[in-house]
């Protein structure tokens, strides 16, 4: 009969055309849901209030707030009802914005990571706001990982995954997601009709799917948090139009959080591997500190044992647990004077002091001196603080003890070898003297071949246990400093031309040549002690060519320096040997395979005679190709030595 002008807007209609219209006709669908009401109204006679009711306009979902009273005559005859309606439709979806918003901020705060966050917010989200919904992950690698996929039915589901398998998103498509994490924004279409479709840069087949699914509408909202882009939630829906102003203002606050759940769960995961890398880290380290053979320990500033190892504390003859707390000075009073002011360095230059030795002075009954080896090492915090001097420390006491037995060893040898060399000098070189007496008696008043070789062959072996002997008397004059070089000009193509000739004759199956320089080159040297290098390196040339052949001596002058270059064809030495070869005693594993005698000292004597006038020696060798020792002198003076 009558309405107003509000109640005709909120129905959609003008409200002329409601006048003298049914219910029935004007909202057929609203009719199966009010006829009822009114029927009972007119019948009981009593009013229905309040009732929240659903309606429909423009497509969207609108509720109201009506009551339906009886309307009477003055007579009290029952004429009608009246409708007084209220559209509540902002403060329904107000509530349901905060009771969705809720049990959201409950499925986020649940304690699982960030996916399966993820799962349960996407259930949540489905069907309340969509039909379907994924979540795809930025990795800290840049990748995006298409995370969760939940729909309304298993056939939408089915297709989604199809659609996620053959056209994931990536970053050089123009797919929405994509869209939404490279322009940081949300992405929305609200009509994905046929038209919007045929538009679209996509494969027919990627369409099939979207039809497959009824898609309508979609929206793309990208989670960002603290800057950073950590994926991007997609909604989809059957229906046109899904997602207006309200909805996404909605979305929006639940991509935000959505986001910073993800962040925190991304920090807490991150702070937990760190921590189990840390506590892994701490006990590898404790299980070195606690069981490391060497002695280990950590004083704060004020010289306080906080830590200290089993090791460390055997070797101080205390407990554990009698360290700690304790000062150096209280636990170690005899060691503290030496030890403080080397704490105190470390403390104030913050910079190590390595591998210094402590000497502890105890008495007999406590066991006697003994040594530490010591290092200390500012300990740092993160900020650069020095917290306190971290201590590395070995007894060495008895490895002193071992090295002096050693060096007394030596000593003893040394002196032998010098007392044995001097006194065999005399006998030998009566032997020999004689020995060549004879053979020249018998090859002038015999001259029988057999005595004369035998003759020959003792004034041999005594001329070479003289060489020997000599050689063992040289290294005990340069062991013992007592070796000294007469120098003075001399010209070193004489020197080298006379060594020649006199191998030469001595020798049937090897050749020796000079070349190089032919003219004189003049150098400050001992020239006895310069013959013996070359007769060395010269002798050692023929000795290990046991097959004959030729001997080379180069000469040149190349700057300040002369080089003597010796050079044979013979056996060669071991690449492992060279780096010893100038060594004390060490003879060329190939040497005794050979069956080549010698006291394996000559080598060093000549280094040491060339180190003396001021050059080097080195050498190259090829085992079965020849050996090239090569000299460097100086050829200006050099002082006297």
């Known amino acids: 009969m009558r309405i107003n002008e509000t109640l005709a807007a909120m129905n959609g209609k003008p409200a002329a055309e409601h006048l003298g219209a049914t219910l029935r006709e004007l909202y057929p669908n609203a009719a199966d ?47 009608g009802i009246g409708v007084v309606v209220l559209d509540i439709t902002a403060r329904v979806l107000a509530e349901q914005e905060s009771r969705l918003l809720a ?5 986020l705060s649940e304690p699982l990571d960030h996916w399966e966050r993820m799962h349960s917010l996407a259930h949540t989200l489905v069907p309340t706001l969509a039909d379907w919904c994924l979540f795809d992950e930025v990795t800290e690698e840049g990748e995006i990982v298409r995370a969760v996929v939940v729909a309304n039915t298993g056939e939408q589901t089915q297709a989604l995954q199809q659609m996620s398998a053959r056209y994931p998103p990536r970053w050089e498509t123009p797919h929405p997601v ?9 992405e929305v279409v609200n009509d994905m009709s046929e038209e919007y479709l045929q538009r679209q840069t996509i494969e027919d087949s990627q369409r099939d799917l979207v039809r497959q699914l009824g898609l309508r509408s979609a929206v793309a909202l990208p989670l960002i948090a603290r800057g950073q882009v950590l994926g991007a939630l997609s909604l989809g829906s059957q229906r046109a139009g899904r997602y207006g102003p309200a909805e996404l203002k909605l979305l929006e606050e639940l991509a935000r959080r959505a986001a910073l759940a993800i962040d925190n769960a991304r920090l807490y995961q991150a702070t937990r591997r760190a921590r189990q890398r840390s506590e892994e880290m701490l006990a590898l380290l ?12 950590f004083l704060d500033r004020d010289y306080r044992y906080v830590r200290i190892n089993e090791a460390l504390a055997a070797m101080n003859g205390i407990p554990v647990a009698g360290h700690i707390g ?6 170690l009073p005899a060691l503290a004077p030496q030890v403080e002011p080397l704490l105190a360095q470390v403390l104030e230059q913050g910079s190590a002091i390595a591998d210094l030795e402590v000497v502890e002075e105890r008495s007999a009954e406590a066991g006697g001196r003994r040594i530490w080896q010591a290092s200390y090492y500012p300990v740092r915090l993160a900020d650069g603080t020095i917290a306190g001097i971290g201590i590395v420390a070995n007894d060495v006491t008895q490895a002193h003890i071992a090295a002096e037995a050693v060096r007394q060893a030596v000593q003893v040898r040394d002196n032998f070898i010098a007392v044995a060399s001097h006194d065999l000098r005399i006998p030998i070189t009566i032997i020999l003297g004689q020995a060549q007496l004879l053979e020249r008696r018998i090859q002038q008043e015999l001259g029988q071949e057999r005595y004369v070789r035998s003759a020959h062959a003792i004034a041999q072996q005594a001329s070479r246990l003289n060489r020997m002997v000599g050689a063992l008397l040289d290294l005990s004059r340069i062991q013992t400093g007592q ?29 020796i040549a000079l070349r190089g320089v032919q003219t004189d080159v003049m150098i400050s040297g001992d020239e006895l002690r310069l013959e013996q290098v070359f007769h060395n390196l010269i002798g050692n040339a023929v000795k290990y060519s046991p097959a004959g052949g030729a001997v080379q001596i180069h000469l040149e002058v190349q700057g300040a320096q002369c080089c003597v270059a010796v050079k044979d064809a013979g056996i060669g ?3 492992e040997a060279l780096p010893h070869l100038f060594e004390r005693f060490y003879r060329a594993p190939n ?21 003396l006038h001021g050059g080097t020696i080195a050498v190259e060798s090829v085992e079965d190709q020849g050996s090239t020792f090569t000299v460097w002198l100086p050829s200006s003076p050099i002082t006297q030595v």
Do not use: C, K, M
């Not at 009711?53 to 509720?63: E, S, T």
């Not at 049990?103 to 499925?107: A, H, S, V």
């Not at 404790?286 to 320990?297: N, R, S």
């Open 178 to 186: 994509v869209q939404a994490l490279r322009n940081r924004s949300i």
């Open 483 to 511: 070796i000294t070089l007469n120098l003075n000009e001399l010209n070193l193509v004489t020197l080298l031309q006379r060594i020649v000739d006199d191998i030469q004759p001595t020798l049937s199956d090897h050749t």
């Open 326 to 331: 304790r000062t150096v000075r209280e636990v």
């Open 103 to 107: 049990n959201i901020g409950e499925t």
């Open 573 to 575: 030495i071991a690449v």
């Open 591 to 611: 040497e005794s395979n050979r069956v080549i005698g010698g006291l394996g000292v000559g080598l060093y004597v000549v280094r040491e005679i060339v180190t």
């Open 286 to 297: 404790d299980t070195i500190f606690t069981h490391a053979p060497t002695g280990l320990t």
């Open 33 to 79: 849901v009010l006829e009822p009401i009114w029927q009972r109204v007119l019948l009981s006679g009593e009013p229905v209030v309040n009732l929240e009711l659903p309606f429909q306009r423009d497509g969207q979902a609108r509720y109201s707030l009506a009551s339906y009273y009886p309307v009477r005559s003055s007579g009290g005859d029952l004429l």
